[in-house]
């Protein structure tokens, strides 16, 4: 699991390294799918994994919008900031954490239970799902995506 969290990070910034060179209006062009654009998919990557993670711990949610961090200078100061706190909680994961229950409440109103384990693993497979989406996009610029190619980026070495 603590694999995936850091092949998702280094994709991620993959793609912060690939938008330094394509044009801000086309990072903040609504296209079709996903959260609405580039910078807003890679905002809702950073905001989703870090508001997990403090639902887990039972901290508040971060509430703010993509109006304040339309720019990538803004969406790097916020995964700068986040990440440290995502780390520490991937990192100290354990086994016994696995059956936890998070219990919320749906829009809809209706109560939620689930497990830690579930909610850790859909964090995984949301940012991957956007990934998709983002290499999408990319080949509509006409621009070569980031690679998601798992192998190969030395996730697995074994430490002597």
Known sequence: MKTLFQYNWQ????????????????????????????L??????????????????????????????????????????????????VYSWNDAWEYNVFRDVHPDG?????????????MIAHEIHHVGQLSVWSRELGLKPVSANLIGRGLMNRQA
């Open 110 to 122: 209706h109560p939620v239970e689930d497990k830690w384990g579930e909610v850790i693993r859909h």
């Open 40 to 89: 807003h998919t890679l905002f809702h990557i950073v905001d989703v994994e870090w508001s997990w993670v403090r639902c887990l711990q039972g901290k508040p949610d971060f509430q703010e919008s993509f109006d304040g961090y339309r720019s990538l200078d803004k969406v790097l100061k916020l995964q700068e900031a986040f990440k440290p706190e995502v780390e520490e909680f």
């Open 11 to 38: 994709v991620r910034e993959d793609w912060f390294r690939w938008c330094e060179s394509v044009p801000e209006e086309e990072l903040l062009r609504t296209r079709t799918g996903g959260v609405g654009g580039i």
